[in-house]
């Protein structure tokens, strides 16, 4: 079974940082786009940023110069630097191992880890 153990979230005032961390197996890591997904209360899951094997990031628009995907190959582990927080990033985020085939999508999640922003 894969498993995705994310860790980093918290609470934090406007303006502040925060880092999540997401740990893969290798075998998981190596091929899957690794990515960030968030979800608020009574909304819909969304797509925050990816990060593909060959280290190209996608971003939404809300988050761009402000969070920063990246990935550790020696350690298997997606991070999600997240910069001058505001309340509507408010939402639990959650780890996302995605792949693409000609026949299917495949993706595994993570537990989901708490961001909340507020003064």
């Known amino acids: 079974q894969v498993q995705l153990v994310e860790s980093g979230g918290g609470l934090v005032q406007p303006g502040g940082s925060l880092r999540l961390s997401c740990a893969a197996s290798r075998t998981i890591f190596s091929i899957y786009t690794m990515g960030w997904y968030r979800q608020a209360p009574g909304k819909q899951r969304e797509l925050v940023a990816t990060i593909t094997i060959g280290d190209s990031t996608n971003y939404r628009d809300s988050v761009k110069g402000r969070f920063t995907i990246s990935r550790d190959n020696a350690k298997n582990t997606v991070y999600l630097q997240m910069n001058s927080l505001k309340p509507e990033d408010t939402a639990v985020y959650y780890c996302?191992?995605?792949?693409?085939?000609?026949?299917?999508?495949?993706?595994?999640w993570g537990q989901g880890t708490q961001v909340t922003v507020s003064s």
């Open positions: 996302n191992a995605g792949l693409t085939t000609t026949t299917r999508r495949y993706d595994y």
